[in-house]
């Protein structure tokens, strides 16, 4: 019977219930150890009915974590699909697909999540992304008295849609709990209180040794050992046994165990209530026993007892090799040999699945062993750690130090091929860190290698020339990527290096267009089919990535449209949301490019709003953002510029500088200031030419042009046929050409240079349309300008046209849609027919290009400005205030 639970199990019904309406929910149930989280668990499970589909997956408390451990359990133990196999994709989309296709609610529960590996809170993230559309309810407990600040279940909780999680926290049993715990006896009940805190393992444990009176435990551990103490010796062995396999052990195992009668020992164990079965395994009754058990063992016990495990597991006669288990009972067993043989298998299985950070750790128990390895085993020891670890523990010294050790090793070792190859990982590590000249270094060391051997591969100089041209396209010096990509493409092709030439063509086609060369687009586009085709998804993103600024700048606004909305679908469809925060900054700057300064706003400071993405992800963001509100003429405008100016040194890379620098010239027109436009215009002339595209140099030179600074040319190369004009001192018609390439802010300042009174009421009603404050603000302060009217807001819709063109009904039924509600249930909410609201959803995912409602739900999570607040709706509010 659980006491004082009863609020915590109709929560747990509450929501279940709910379900069909209004979508799934994720349940978090926290407590200390032994506070009850799984009986309230078993309690609520026994609670359902037949017809209720329940599913538990456990994570184990191993040295390394399962790779995706309790996802595989759910999986099997949805029977009658397909999803037992172990496949990545299986656990993630297929098994969403799966529990789409379910007509009732499901329980899934995952026990012990603080145990779990990072795939599986990547896992959790994933799902917590698309519950509101599926029928199922996540229950799913945790020790909160384990997790510090930082555990990365904490930021994978963080990321789940506060609507669609509920926390119930455990809190210990009262005295008068204790007291009916307690009964008849003579115990006292305040002092077992005091004693065990009011948890409930603890409390059943001291009760169990005391029931007669005598002396009270005053530990976990003390009541274990009262508790053994009257115990057969042979029930002490098994126990002790058991407390070195983490979780449930199969009985066959032990009844394998060195013990002279294993079954009759087995049966008084259970009998005495000191282990259950269930399934035809046998645990502990709480994990603290097992720990108070294993605990008290001497080392020369714990390493027999892992090596008959040891034993077992790698001589089953069904041939199966649990490598996780195997791995855990090698490091408790001490066996180098087998740690050396199974460890590196344990990681290739838990990269498969991509639990990087689990590869990383299997092959970390082997590292300190290296030494004793040849040199081509330490060095792939070395390289392979290198790898694993810098994909999911991060960039550190480590990382960097054994890439440079495999550099070492492999030397010694006569192949310079994988001397090669861990000199690019050199270079790409570095650049990832920001270090653009250890990058180079890298990068021009291991070419050298290379083309320096005669026996390197084709497949070795493809990577390494495609990095470094990589490199030098994000420094704009284009010539030389489209160089040293054509270079890669060459040997790629050679070697049927698929992804390679991916890469590759999206680096000389991006190199190329942003040179102006057509032909770029052609090869981004086949890029981007290869990288489709074929599951690149990264490749594809960067695609999605490049082409959208390349078509920015060419001003081909509409293809830019389309692609970076496909590109965000794609990228929220993925889960890549570094990649799709980037893109969503570039749609911000093409908002910012179509005079549409208040939306670029709100897109880019949606990115900047978003948690755990890193400062080269949020840049583009970071300048929209302070290039908009300076045009909007507001007063966070200068400290917004700073910051992005900051990051931008940070990074170090022209492309970013150089639009901030530009920045700069035109607040100081604004601000009718001179000095700061000076000094950035001196940076931008002391940079070499091949760094800045035609249009950056164009639209440099137009602001240094209208700040009245000193240009050494009025001509160059490839300049914009508008920039041109108004260098000719042909304003006018650089306005009118502008206008032409739908660059109506550029068209307005170019039609108030003219100094013609109608052309100052046309760049003054331009500015208006854009809501460019600080232009209209310069336009009225300068010498000889009147006429214009004064700066007056009038009524106006506090709601703007919404950006997929969603009617004010589409968009109370889009907000009803992703709050998990079902067609039924927005149709009830709504007092609409059930037909009418369908057609609503058609149209929406129609509008948003949406393959279904999950994909809309994703849309919303990267794109919450989609999602108009309700006091969105058509109000008009007046706005009096003048400006002077």
């Given at each position: 019977m659980l006491l004082e639970r009863e609020e915590q199990l109709q929560i747990l019904d509450e929501v279940r219930l709910s379900i069909s309406r209004s979508g799934g929910r994720i349940v978090f149930v926290a407590g200390e150890a032994g506070i009850g989280k799984s009986s309230l668990i078993a309690d609520f499970l026994s609670s359902l009915g037949p017809e209720t589909r329940k599913v538990i997956g456990l994570c184990d408390p191993l040295i390394t974590p399962r790779p995706l451990g309790p996802i595989r359990d759910i999986a099997a133990g949805l029977s009658g699909s397909t999803l037992i196999r172990d496949e990545e994709a299986m656990l993630f989309g297929g098994l969403v697909e799966h529990l789409s296709s379910l007509r009732e609610p499901v329980v899934l529960v995952i026990e012990d999540l603080h145990w779990a590996d990072d795939r599986t809170l990547d896992w959790l993230k994933f799902i917590g992304r698309r519950i509101a559309m599926l029928p199922l309810l996540l229950v799913c407990s945790y020790r909160d008295d384990q997790l510090a600040g930082y555990h990365p279940l904490r930021s994978a909780m963080g990321e789940i849609v506060p609507a669609r999680k509920k926390q119930i926290n455990l809190a210990p049993l009262s005295l008068d709990a204790v007291q009916m715990l307690v009964g008849s006896t003579?115990?006292?009940?305040?002092?077992?209180?005091?004693?065990?805190?009011?948890?409930?393992?603890?409390?059943?444990?001291?009760?169990?040794?005391?029931?007669?009176?005598?002396?009270?435990?005053?530990?976990?551990?003390?009541?274990?050992?009262?508790?053994?103490?009257?115990?057969?010796?042979?029930?002490?062995?098994?126990?002790?046994?058991?407390?070195?396999?983490?979780?449930?052990?199969?009985?066959?195992?032990?009844?394998?165990?060195?013990?002279?009668?294993?079954?009759?020992?087995?049966?008084?164990?259970?009998?005495?209530?000191?282990?259950?079965?269930?399934?035809?395994?046998l645990s502990f009754r709480h994990e603290i026993a097992r720990i108070a058990i294993y605990d008290r063992l001497s080392h020369p016990r714990r390493v027999d007892a892992h090596r008959c495990f040891l034993d077992h597991l790698c001589n089953r006669e069904d041939g199966v090799q649990p490598l996780d288990m195997i791995v855990h009972h090698a490091r408790g067993a001490e066996h180098e040999q087998l740690l050396l043989r199974y460890a590196p298998l344990a990681a290739d299985n838990a990269a498969s699945l991509g639990a990087h950070r689990e590869a990383a750790r299997f092959l970390e128990h082997v590292?300190?062993?290296?030494?004793?390895?040849?040199?081509?085993?330490?060095?792939?020891?070395?390289?392979?750690?290198?790898?694993?670890?810098?994909?999911?523990?991060?960039?550190?010294?480590?990382?960097?130090?054994?890439?440079?050790?495999?550099?070492?090793?492999?030397?010694?070792?006569?192949?310079?091929?994988?001397?090669?190859?861990?000199?690019?990982?050199?270079?790409?590590?570095?650049?990832?860190?920001?270090?653009?000249?250890?990058?180079?270094?890298?990068?021009?060391?291991?070419?050298?290698?290379?083309?320096?051997?005669?026996?390197?591969?084709?497949?070795?100089k493809a990577k390494a020339y495609a990095l470094r041209a990589q490199y030098y396209m994000l420094q704009d010096e284009m010539g030389e990527a489209v160089t040293w990509g054509r270079r890669a493409l060459t040997f790629a092709q050679a070697v049927e290096d698929v992804e390679t030439c991916t890469h590759a063509l999206n680096t000389v086609g991006s190199a190329m267009l942003f040179r102006g060369d057509p032909e770029g687009e052609t090869l981004l586009r086949e890029s981007l089919r290869i990288s489709l085709e074929n599951g690149f998804d990264e490749q594809a993103a960067r695609v999605y990535t490049n082409l959208s600024e390349c078509l920015i700048e060419m001003r081909a606004l509409d293809r830019a449209e389309d692609l970076i909305d496909a590109g965000i679908r794609f990228d929220s469809a993925h889960d890549l949301d570094a990649w799709t925060y980037y893109l969503i900054g570039r749609k911000a700057q093409l908002r910012l490019e179509q005079g549409r300064f208040d939306e670029a706003v709100t897109i880019a400071r949606g990115v900047l709003g978003q948690e755990n993405q890193t400062l080269l992800m949020r840049m583009p963001a970071q300048i929209v953002l302070a290039r908009s509100l300076l045009r909007l003429g507001d007063a966070a405008a200068e400290e917004a510029l700073q910051q992005a100016l900051v990051s931008a040194e940070k990074i170090g890379e022209p492309q970013y500088l150089t639009v901030l620098k530009i920045a700069e010239i035109e607040q100081s027109v604004l601000a009718g200031t001179s000095e700061t436009a000076a000094q950035a215009w001196d940076w931008l002339c002391s940079l070499d030419p091949r760094l800045l595209s035609p249009r950056k140099l164009g639209e440099a030179m137009f602001w240094a042009r209208i700040a009245e600074l000193p240009l050494k040319s009025t001509s160059a190369p490839g300049l914009p046929e508008p920039v041109r004009l108004l260098l000719e001192g042909k304003t006018?018609?650089?306005?009118?050409?502008?206008?032409?390439?739908?660059?109506?802010?550029?068209?307005?300042?170019?039609?108030?240079?003219?100094?013609?009174?109608?052309?100052?009421?046309?760049?003054?009603?331009?500015?208006?349309?854009?809501?460019?404050?600080?232009?209209?603000?310069?336009?009225?302060?300068?010498?000889?300008?009147?006429?214009?009217?004064?700066?007056?807001?009038?009524?106006?819709?506090?709601?703007?046209?919404?950006?997929?063109?969603?009617?004010?009904?589409?968009?109370?039924?889009?907000?009803?849609?992703?709050?998990?509600?079902?067609?039924?249930?927005?149709?009830?909410?709504l007092s609409r027919s059930r037909r009418t609201i369908e057609n609503h959803v058609s149209s929406i995912l129609s509008k948003l290009q949406a393959k279904d409602r999950v994909e809309v739900l994703l849309r919303s999570q990267s794109e919450p400005w989609i999602v108009l607040a309700e006091d969105e709706a058509d109000v008009e509010i007046e706005y009096s205030s003048h400006e002077n």
């Open positions: 003579r115990l006292a009940p305040d002092r077992l209180l005091d004693i065990t805190g009011g948890n409930p393992f603890f409390l059943t444990e001291l009760l169990a040794q005391s029931a007669d009176g005598s002396k009270v435990p005053q530990t976990i551990g003390d009541a274990v050992d009262a508790r053994l103490a009257g115990l057969p010796q042979d029930v002490v062995r098994l126990l002790e046994y058991v407390s070195c396999w983490p979780g449930a052990i199969p009985s066959g195992i032990l009844l394998a165990l060195p013990l002279p009668d294993g079954y009759g020992t087995l049966t008084q164990a259970i009998e005495k209530g000191l282990l259950i079965e269930s399934g035809g395994r590292l300190p062993l290296a030494d004793s390895l040849d040199l081509e085993q330490a060095a792939e020891i070395c390289e392979r750690w290198a790898y694993e670890a810098g994909l999911s523990l991060g960039i550190d010294a480590d990382v960097i130090s054994n890439r440079r050790k495999a550099v070492e090793l492999w030397r010694k070792a006569g192949d310079e091929n994988r001397v090669g190859e861990n000199l690019r990982w050199l270079s790409r590590l570095h650049w990832y860190r920001g270090e653009a000249e250890e990058a180079k270094r890298y990068i021009e060391e291991a070419i050298e290698v290379l083309e320096n051997n005669a026996s390197a591969t084709e497949w070795a006018e018609e650089a306005g009118v050409a502008f206008q032409m390439e739908s660059s109506d802010y550029l068209a307005a300042w170019s039609f108030a240079a003219t100094g013609k009174a109608e052309r100052l009421q046309e760049a003054d009603e331009l500015f208006r349309s854009m809501g460019a404050m600080a232009a209209r603000r310069w336009l009225r302060s300068r010498e000889g300008v009147s006429g214009l009217p004064p700066l007056q807001r009038g009524p106006y819709k506090s709601s703007r046209n919404h950006p997929y063109g969603l009617t004010a009904k589409e968009q109370t039924v889009l907000r009803l849609l992703v709050e998990g509600n079902s067609n039924a249930a927005i149709a009830e909410t």
